[in-house]
């Protein structure tokens, strides 16, 4: 098993609260990535990070922001919550030349 | 357009009983195409990992063929267990960039019955 970290696992939030999404792992991958996930739906990146200081926007449009200071730690925030952010939050990270991805256990978001 | 999909969308088998599921990907330029399992409320685990030269891999009960001409896939599944209830995803990774761009299918949700 991977150890990749996500906490909370589950987050139930009111509109307009700030929330931040924790990811941590302990394998030294430079690459790490956030994923959003309905369910029955495919997984669509919304963020991913070369390194530290490095990060970038994926394919699907977010209103989250993240930051990579500690190679280590890729926390996801989103500054004002709202209902359309509920769905599933994955984090990866990964490593080698044909970049194998390992997977957090994921945080279900709900915003009420 | 990239795109991968998998069929059937969902499964239900009998414990101990043998299952293949199918992806079809349009990816291009291809690199390697992953199954993952997906347990309810997990994230992904990875199943087996494929480049295009290689032609089946398997990873105990679990055999992924690769036919990269035709760019199909199939997971083939022996002697199933309650525990292979789960999704299995279909991945492909293109070469078009040092990320290596994914491209997910929606799963295949499989349920086996006692």
């Known amino acids: 098993e991977a150890d990749i970290y996500q906490t909370p696992r589950y987050l139930v939030i009111g509109t307009g609260k700030k929330i931040t999404l924790e990811c941590s792992q302990t394998m030294g991958h430079d690459k790490m990535y956030w994923y959003q996930q309905d369910p029955g739906m495919e997984l669509h990146l919304i963020h991913y990070s070369y390194g530290v200081n490095s990060t970038e926007k994926g394919d699907l449009s977010s209103e989250s922001t993240v930051s990579r200071i500690r190679t280590e730690h890729f926390p996801l925030t989103l500054e004002s919550a709202r209902p359309s952010h509920t769905s599933q939050y994955l984090c990866?990270?990964?490593?080698?030349?044909?970049?194998?991805?390992?997977f957090g256990p994921g945080t279900r978001l709900t915003v009420t | 357009k990239n795109q991968v999909e998998q069929s059937p969308q969902s499964l239900i088998i009998l414990e101990g009983k043998n299952c293949t599921l199918q992806c079809n990907y349009t990816v291009s330029p291809f690199s390697n195409l992953r199954w993952y399992k997906q347990d309810t409320g997990r994230g992904p685990v990875s199943l087996t990992i494929?480049?295009?030269?290689?032609n089946t891999k398997s990873n105990g009960r679990y055999t992924a063929t690769l036919d990269a001409d035709t760019k199909q896939s199939s997971l083939h599944i022996t002697a199933s267990q309650l525990s292979d209830s789960a999704s299995y995803i279909c991945?492909?990774?293109?070469?078009?960039?040092?990320?290596?761009?994914?491209?997910f299918g929606r799963g295949t949700q499989l349920t086996v019955w006692p």
């Open positions: 494929m480049t295009f030269s290689e």
């Open positions: 991945v492909v990774s293109d070469r078009g960039s040092t990320l290596g761009r994914l491209y």
């Open positions: 990866a990270s990964s490593s080698g030349q044909l970049l194998e991805q390992y």
